[in-house]
């Protein structure tokens, strides 16, 4: 069922927005009773809501008394959003060109990255949309399974954009949804050859080794042209030599 939360309320403002279209007007302490939110903290996440224009308050007895605007305040709330967002994007477009100038200016080459948590996943995953190819090694629909709305949309723009993937994937993703998606060529590994959930991408002159950790993800990302070369020959090995379909 869909939560507050998805449209971008944190969880203590789903509590108080919650409360106060359940209750009616409600003044900070009952708020505090129907919540469990310390009192230090529901001014704030009051004020949070007032300002989204999704909460107001009146004045009673010399008391602030807090009650939520009409629902259908959330799409305006909404449609607000996504306009900052719209001119966000237009300042950045003007920015990028000077910044990408600076990044390829730096006399410093990166040579390897490290990547914690799920956004940082994303970042790599989006890298690999500026090529035509990827390799994967290791492959157990790890992203698929963990961040199934995001893959969602990733998938769609790989394909879009005309990406194609080999992976050499574990055992158990046999029945896996993965293997029909398009431009998805797969073969599997021996099942000696499943180990932690440890994936190996190999594109551009870039390896990236990702450990799929169940708290925070951690990826390690090379760059190097002879690097990447080697680790094409030991895929192509494993696949022509090893791997079955």
Do not use: C
Not at 45 to 51: F, G, M, P, R, T
């Amino acid at each position: 069922m869909p939560q507050l939360s998805d449209i971008g309320l944190s969880d203590n403002e789903s509590k108080v927005y919650t409360a106060l279209i359940e209750n009616g007007s409600l003044p900070v302490s009952r708020i505090h009773e129907e919540t469990g939110i310390d009192r230090r903290n529901i001014y704030d996440v009051l004020n949070k809501l007032v300002s989204k224009g999704l909460a107001t308050f009146a004045i009673e007895n010399k008391k602030k008394i807090f009650q939520t605007t009409p629902p259908k305040r959330i799409m305006l709330y909404l449609d607000e959003q996504r306009q900052a967002i719209n001119e966000k994007k237009k300042i950045a477009d003007k920015l990028l060109p000077r910044l990408e100038k600076k990044f390829s200016a730096r006399t410093s080459s990166v040579e390897a990255e490290i990547y914690r948590g799920y956004e940082g996943i994303k970042t790599i995953w989006e890298d690999t949309l500026n090529y035509k190819e990827a390799m994967m090694i290791g492959a157990g629909g790890f992203g698929h399974d963990r961040m199934p709305r995001y893959w969602i949309s990733f998938n769609r723009k790989r394909i879009k954009r005309g990406i194609r993937w080999k992976e050499l994937v574990i055992d158990r993703m046999r029945n896996h949804p993965m293997l029909k998606e398009k431009l998805i060529e797969s073969k599997f590994l021996p099942k000696e050859l499943t180990g932690p959930p440890n994936v190996i991408w190999i594109y551009g002159n870039k390896v990236t080794n990702i450990l799929w950790l169940e708290t925070t993800p951690i990826a390690f990302v090379v760059h190097d042209k002879q690097i990447a070369e080697s680790y094409r020959k030991y895929f192509n090995f494993l696949w022509n030599k090893v791997a079955k379909w």
